[in-house]
Antibody
Framework: EVQLVETGGGLVQPGNSLKLSCATS????????MNWIRQTPGKRLEWLAQ??????????SYLESVKGRFTISRDDSKSSVYLQMNNLKEEDTAIYYC?????WGQGVMVTVSS | DIVMTQAPLSVSVTPGESASISCRSS???????????VYWYLQKPGKSPQLLIY???NLASGVPDRFSGSGSETDFTLKISRVEAEDVGIYYC?????????FGGGTKLELK
């Protein structure tokens, strides 16, 4: 059974940081291109970042509006992908999903508020 | 960025009848390899999005064949035949041709 489990969400003040983790199992993580996508309170889906696999030199892409604030990374030995989020803003409030596009985690809520 | 536009915003369907959802992209999603990179997802209430259709017309594993996808380079349709109660939720189209990946605003399907 395929599983993706996100952790690390919560309530954080503007300007602070948060690191999300996504632990996976049930598929060949090492060859999967992993992504973070968020869903805003208005239900809009917004792709944030992608990290390719080792054969593609772990190439990374970001949504322009989060470039420089968010950092995606992966650990193939742990079948996990991460999203470091710095200088968080209220508009970053959303449910954050890790996904291969075929498989999605259950999501983790991030609330940025003072 | 490629803009994905869905219509309608919501649709109300009698169980057993059919429903169609449209999606239009601002740029051709046909790659030079012959694959059209449009995907369809269903988000059931309180759940994560689940893949229904990949590469325009391919049914994802475990998805009932009541669902089908079709289209051209920029205009796409998701058809649901014989709608059932379990089909309720928000449907999204998305393009995986290029970064940034983008999604339509969603179409909410309800039962009459």
């Amino acid at each position: 059974e395929v599983q993706l489990v996100e952790t690390g969400g919560g309530l954080v003040q503007p300007g602070n940081s948060l690191k999300l983790s996504c632990a996976t199992s049930g598929f060949t993580f090492s060859t999967a291109w992993m992504n973070w996508i968020r869903q805003t309170p208005g239900k809009r889906l917004e792709w944030l970042a992608q990290i390719e696999d080792k054969s593609n030199n772990y190439f990374i892409s970001y949504l322009e509006s989060v470039k420089g604030r968010f950092t995606i990374s992966r650990d193939d030995s742990k079948s996990s992908v991460y999203l470091q989020m710095n200088n968080l803003k209220e508009e970053d409030t959303a449910i954050y999903y890790c996904t291969t596009y075929s498989y999605w985690g259950q999501g983790v809520m991030v609330t940025v508020s003072s | 960025d490629i803009v994905m536009t869905q219509a309608p915003l919501s649709v109300s369907v009698t169980p057993g009848e059919s429903a169609s959802i449209s999606c239009r992209s601002s740029k051709s999603l046909l790659h030079s390899n012959g694959i059209t990179y449009v995907y369809w997802y269903l988000q059931k209430p309180g759940k994560s999005p689940q893949l229904l259709i990949y590469r325009m017309s391919n049914l994802a594993s475990g998805v009932p064949d009541r669902f089908s996808g079709s289209g051209s380079e920029t205009d796409f349709t998701l058809k649901i035949s014989r709608v059932e109660a379990e089909d309720v939720g928000i449907y999204y189209c998305g393009q995986l041709l290029e970064n940034p990946r983008t999604f339509g605003g969603g179409t909410k399907l309800e039962l009459k």
